[in-house]
């Protein structure tokens, strides 16, 4: 509760698509990827957009920030020593 309203802070609506809907929608589904393939291919390079990424997944960029959004990657922080 903030300042007495009981509301959460961020609102995300429900978006749910009929099957008859997801059947009519252009490519593959995004829920049929392999989720590991996808972030193998993420990891491979440093800085991959998402255009390299559904190149080698075989799919547009498109599906694949869905995926990321949806799944995002444990990629591990780079930590910084001091100078000597």
């Known amino acids: 509760m903030l300042n007495g309203i009981d509301e959460p802070l961020a609102w995300q609506p429900t978006f749910r698509l009929s099957q008859d809907q997801l059947a009519a929608l252009p490519g593959r589904d995004p829920d049929a ?15 991959p957009s998402a255009k390299q990424i559904a ?12 995926i990321l959004d949806e799944h995002p990657v ?11």
Do not use: K
């Not at 990827?33 to 800085?47: E, G, R, S, W």
């Open 55 to 66: 190149t080698a997944c075989g799919t547009t960029s498109e599906h694949i920030r869905y």
């Open 33 to 47: 990827f392999n989720i590991t393939t996808v972030h193998q291919a993420f990891l491979q390079d440093t800085y």
């Open 74 to 84: 444990d990629r591990p922080i780079l930590t910084i020593s001091p100078r000597r």
